[in-house]
């Protein structure tokens, strides 16, 4: 059985970060202090630590799509992925890199979506047409 992951990250300050991941994204707070705050990410653990944001780096090539790196997200079942879409539109998050299919017809064909959050950092959420493809060449 897959275990959770925790990651820590920067965010620019803690107001803007929960009402992304709380309200646009649906996250539940867990624990904080005046300096970062937790959120479960689909199970997962995120840490949001207040910090300095590092510019973005768009140079990744992915299927023909330039991609900011670092980056981190979640692979979601199709439904998770078809409502986070509509919430991030609901909600007016650009997309910057649109939903779209990659690797039509390929092993570990799969949508994808990146957005970033209120601190800018990219996040990039995706759904496999096969589940069993993900670690698949």
Not at 75 to 92: H, I, M, S, W, Y
Request: hydrophobic residues 40%.
């Amino acid at each position: 059985m897959a275990r959770p992951f925790h990651f820590a990250f920067k965010v620019k300050d803690l107001v803007s970060t929960r009402l992304f991941y709380m309200q646009v994204m649906g996250c539940v707070e867990g624990r904080s202090t005046d300096t970062w705050v937790d959120f479960d990410l689909y199970g997962n653990q995120l840490s949001a630590h207040v910090g300095i944001i590092e510019p973005l780096d768009y140079c990744g090539c992915v299927d023909g799509v330039k991609v900011p790196i670092p980056h981190f997200g979640c692979v979601l079942t199709k439904p998770q992925f078809d409502a986070l879409q509509g919430r991030f539109e609901v909600a007016n998050i650009e997309f910057i890199v649109q939903p779209q299919q990659r690797y039509e017809g390929q092993v570990g064909q799969q949508r994808i979506m990146f957005v970033l959050d209120y601190s800018g950092n990219p996040l990039e959420f995706k759904c496999m047409t096969n589940d069993e493809e993900l670690f698949l060449a």
